[in-house]
Each structure stands twice: as C-alpha cells, then as structure tokens.
C-alpha cells in the first residue's frame, strides 16, 4: 500500500464548476500538507500549505484536512481554463521528506 | 528571477556518459532538496543538502549518484555511468531553515538517456 493515494482522474469540469481532489494516508506520523499545482513540462508551484485540521481558504482554493480520517481535500470555485494543470498533494512527517501522491489532472472547459 | 534555478533544462546522454545537474536555490534558501519524477509516478525524494553538508540521503540509489552543496555555487545531482533507467524528470527545491518552512520547487531537468 502506498503511503499517499490520491485520486487517480483524469478530471474533466466545465468553466465556473467546482473541482474537488482527494487524497488519503496511511501514516499518523504526518504533520504537514501540501498542495501543489503542476503545468505540463513545469516544477510544481505551491498552492496551499496547512499543519492542522481544518479548513484553509486562500481565494479560490480552500484546502481540508481531517486528520482523523487520514484525508485531505481541495476545492477550486469558479474554476477557469488556466487551473488547467495536474494537482499534487504532498505531506510530511517532521523530517523534511515529503512524500506525494500520483497525481490528478484536471481540465477545465471553456 | 528569484525562483529555484536548474539548469540545463534539458539533458541528453549516452548510456555510460555522466550527467550533472545544477540547482540554486531561492535567494535566502539555505536547504536543497532532489527529487525524481519518473513517467506516471509521484515525485520520489532523493536527497536533502545543506551548505557543506548531506543531511538525508536516504532515497538516493547506493551506486553511481551523488549530490553535493558546497559553501560557494549551486548544488549539483551528479549520475556516473548513466543507465536508460536513468531517464526522468529530477526537480530541486529550496526551503528556509525549520522544519515547517515550505519547498519550493524549479521547473527540473528532463534527462533523457539514448
């Protein structure tokens, strides 16, 4: 079993839908969680950075994390033509390895 | 451009030849990170550096790669004897001191072995 699994997609969401990625973990042992965003042939931009259970909204983005399910999930309101892109969710313990899921890439429609 | 730089962007090797690759880390980064993204995985850690000093190798293959910092210039991922295996994306990232300070990532090299 991976340490991270996330959502295979691919995720296809017309202009102005909300796109919502998942990602789930077997470790206890992660504190910290990521979200980055990928663009074809680009290094991964970070979008969101949380250490705690909860909700964070920064935008568009809100990111969740339930620690107690061991899930972590993002939303994109209003989605446009330019999320589209591949999302990575990445976690670590407190040893600076992180460690990411696969990958979901998602196309918005215009 | 104060991002992660690495360079080349691009690089192509015989089987046998070495590669290096190069990585400066954001102005005020004093940690260096390498990772591999090979076709239809997730980025794999690889090696964690500070200035002078390998912190963490613990994802680094035993033979033939090597990664250092030195006190002056840009980390460099170097790969001896370079296998077809070999070929994938390598991305770099920078972080601040702390353990809960975030990573930053270049846009990698893509190494491509003939």
């Known amino acids: 079993q991976k340490e991270v699994e996330q959502d295979p997609g691919p995720l296809s969401v017309p202009e102005g839908a909300i796109v919502s990625l998942n990602c789930t973990y077997s470790n206890s042992a992660f504190q910290y969680f990521m979200w980055y965003r990928q663009y074809s042939r680009k290094g991964p931009e970070l979008l969101m950075y949380t250490y705690s259970s909860g909700n964070k909204e920064d935008g568009r983005f809100t990111a969740q994390v339930d620690k107690s399910s061991k899930y972590i999930s993002l939303f994109i309101r209003d989605s446009q033509p330019s999320d589209s892109a591949t999302y990575l969710c990445a976690m670590n313990r407190n040893d600076y390895k992180l460690s990411f899921g696969a990958g979901t890439t998602v196309t918005v429609r215009a | 451009n104060a991002g992660v730089m690495q360079n080349p962007r691009h690089l192509v090797r015989r089987r046998g030849q070495e590669a290096r690759l190069r990585c400066s880390p954001m102005?005020?980064?004093?940690?260096v990170y390498w990772y591999r993204q090979l076709p239809e995985e997730g980025l794999k850690f690889m090696v964690y550096l500070q200035k002078e000093n390998i912190i963490d190798e613990s994802g680094m293959p035993k033979e033939r790669f090597s990664a250092e910092f030195p006190k002056e210039g840009p980390s460099i991922l170097r790969i001896q004897q370079v296998v077809r295996g070999d070929s994938a994306a390598y991305f770099c990232?920078?972080?601040?001191?702390?353990?809960?300070?975030?990573?930053?990532f270049g846009d990698g090299t893509r190494l491509s072995i003939l």
């Open positions: 102005k005020g980064h004093s940690h």
């Open positions: 990232a920078s972080s601040q001191q702390g353990r809960d300070q975030p990573q930053h």
